[in-house]
């Protein structure tokens, strides 16, 4: 039988439950797609939204082998998954993508830094702490666990010689601590045809745990810098011969230099400003490109700013927004709740993207959310 190439034909599975999951299914429904969830919290963010939910742990073979196998295409949100279930799915049939070839190289922050030497790719320099007789000598450095960090956990500047008695334990890149002006972010993504398309360079500025606070769209930074950025991006993501949507995050230096940091293939947070400031956002573009369909067009259509809306300090349990009412009577402000009950410091509840025809009345909105809205218990 024929089949439809959008709509109700695919069976598409997302590993992962969590907001990413349920942006990616309010994209899936314009264009009737169901999107079937696995996840191990019932009470997940996408758990209302999915066609289905099966509730099992996306790290276990068995459990990945028995939701992905009656899948055309399935999908992640997160690096951290059973790779060995992902090759046996892709033997079977199933277009795995990212590839599991691709989330191989990514999910161990080490074999990650050894892709980029090995095509040339700048990044800043590392070692493996196996490697390393005397630590003490690399100071000041960033030591990073090499799998299952994520959102700034598993990283931690090391400056002192007393800094190195609570250094994490296990497997760890150990990296020149890079002395970079802007934390920048291209989007890029690519379908089976080998088409590409990136979004503009994002600016991101991080909090003190390592969570993205702001976001700027676009970046402020020349047109050769950003032009550099988003061939880099397209290189990496050609390099990785990967399908769907990266995420590459740089360091940019005083000197005009740029290093990879890391890289995500999936939707990601410096990308959430995409569904209102641009022509198609980076949810329905990840869906164009795992289904091969034509890429969307990534124009910009208002400056904007994102805000994270991340747990307050101190405060524990049912969440309250407070301050919500204020926030939205300011105009071109849009508000995205993740469906999470509960909240702890820094957990990320929700996002808030500001739009302008001003780049600068974008920022000064932004810092006004920031003041109104506070996630508490
Ligand atoms: P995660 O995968 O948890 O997001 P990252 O590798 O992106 O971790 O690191 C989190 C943050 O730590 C970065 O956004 C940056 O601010 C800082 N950081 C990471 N690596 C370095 C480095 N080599 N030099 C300086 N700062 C770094």
Known sequence: MKKNLIGKDHRLGILGGG??????????????????????????????????????????????????ASLDVLTVEIENVNIDALYQLEKQ????????????????????????????????????????????????????IRTGGYDGQGVQVVKSKADLNSLFKGASIIEELVPFTKELSVIVARNENGETEAYQTVECQFNEVNLVEFLFSPANVTDEIEQRAVKL????????????ILAVEFFLLENGDLLINEIAPRPHNSGHHTIECNATSQFEQHLRSILNLPLGSTEMIRYGAMINLLGAENHFGKAIYHGLEKTISLPCVYVHLYGKTQTKPNRKMGHITVTNSSLEEAKKSASSVKELIKVIS
């Open 19 to 68: 907001q990413l999951g349920r942006m990616f299914i309010q994209a899936a429904i314009n264009y009737n797609i169901d999107v079937h969830i696995m996840e191990n919290d019932a009470d997940a963010p996408s758990a209302s939204s999915a066609t289905s939910f099966t509730l099992g742990d996306i790290t276990n073979f068995d459990d990945v082998m028995k939701f992905g």
């Open 93 to 144: 049939g199933v277009k795995v993508y990212p590839q599991a070839r691709v989330l191989e190289i990514i999910k161990d922050k080490g074999i990650q830094k050894e892709f980029y030497k090995k095509n040339d790719l700048p990044t800043s320099e590392f070692s493996f702490t196996e490697n390393i007789d005397n630590l003490e000598a690399k100071l000041p450095f960033v030591q990073k």
């Open 233 to 244: 991006a397209i290189n990496v993501i050609e390099k990785l011969d990967m399908i769907g």
